[in-house]
């Protein structure tokens, strides 16, 4: 069953996407993404000496401090620092700059749906434009399943709140840039099938689930493309032919 949506996309597509980078002056990356009217501005500072507490000294440190747009930081967007904190983590190469820390600030324009993976993206070209060593690009994407079975790609925040359910999914940009030369597999799985971050809400069966990843990984093609494209003066080589 397909669905009638208010702003008469089908369910597989995207809203339209805008990304800007050096946009803070002071920051030593930034970024602004942009899925519809879901706007997010990511600030990269750092690396500094030194890490936070806890931490391993003989690695890179990431903290991560998420701003909402109004009001004061409640449980969601702890755990939103959380999700993304460990995501930055497994896309960064910390060994580089041992006992530092790499701060990201995330601040919310406009929520209409979608935030977290929209954050996700604007950290990631944050982390592009401030220079920081990556093992590869990561783009994110939310899905939603309704109670009729059928799901939809990059909700608004209407089409959120209508949903049992909805996964946040983050995949690696590509193969090429990830792997040793000469390896195809991770885990017996091919890379391009992989996925870095995968966080669900709401009662999801596992063909729910599925559906979702396959419908969002095909998603994600597009959305590398639009993020390599929108970098492209600011990637290595080996990251701007990745595909």
């Not at 909402?68 to 904190?85: A, H």
Request: aromatic letters at 4%; a neutral charge; glycine letters at 6%.
């Amino acid at each position: 069953m397909e669905v009638d949506r208010a702003d008469g996309r089908n369910p597989n597509q995207l809203r339209p996407l805008a990304c800007s980078c050096s946009i803070l002056h002071r920051a030593h990356g930034s970024a602004s993404w942009s899925q519809g009217d879901t706007k997010v501005l990511a600030a990269v500072y750092g690396p500094k000496a030194g890490t936070k507490k806890n931490e391993n000294p003989e690695k890179a440190s990431i903290e991560v401090i998420w701003k909402p747009r109004t009001g004061q930081i409640g449980k969601p967007e702890k755990e939103y620092e959380i999700i993304l904190k460990r995501t930055l983590q497994s896309i960064c190469i910390l060994t580089i700059n041992p006992n530092t820390t790499t701060s990201f600030i995330i601040q919310v324009v406009h929520d209409d749906g979608a935030l977290l993976p929209c954050a996700i993206n604007a950290a990631c070209a944050a982390l592009v434009d401030a220079g920081i060593p990556m093992k590869h690009l990561a783009v994110a994407i939310c899905c939603c399943s309704a109670e009729s079975g059928y799901c939809i790609l990059d909700p608004t925040k209407l089409e959120e709140q209508k949903m049992k359910a909805f996964a946040y999914l983050v995949f690696p940009n590509s193969i090429l840039s990830v792997l040793p030369e000469g390896s195809s597999l991770v885990q017996g799985e091919p890379m391009e099938h992989g996925i870095i971050t995968s966080v669900t809400h709401g009662a999801m069966s596992v063909d729910d689930y599925f559906h979702c990843l396959e419908r969002g990984r095909a998603a994600s093609a597009k959305l590398s493309d639009f993020l390599r494209r929108s970098l492209q003066s600011k990637l290595p080589g080996d990251l701007s032919k990745a595909g």
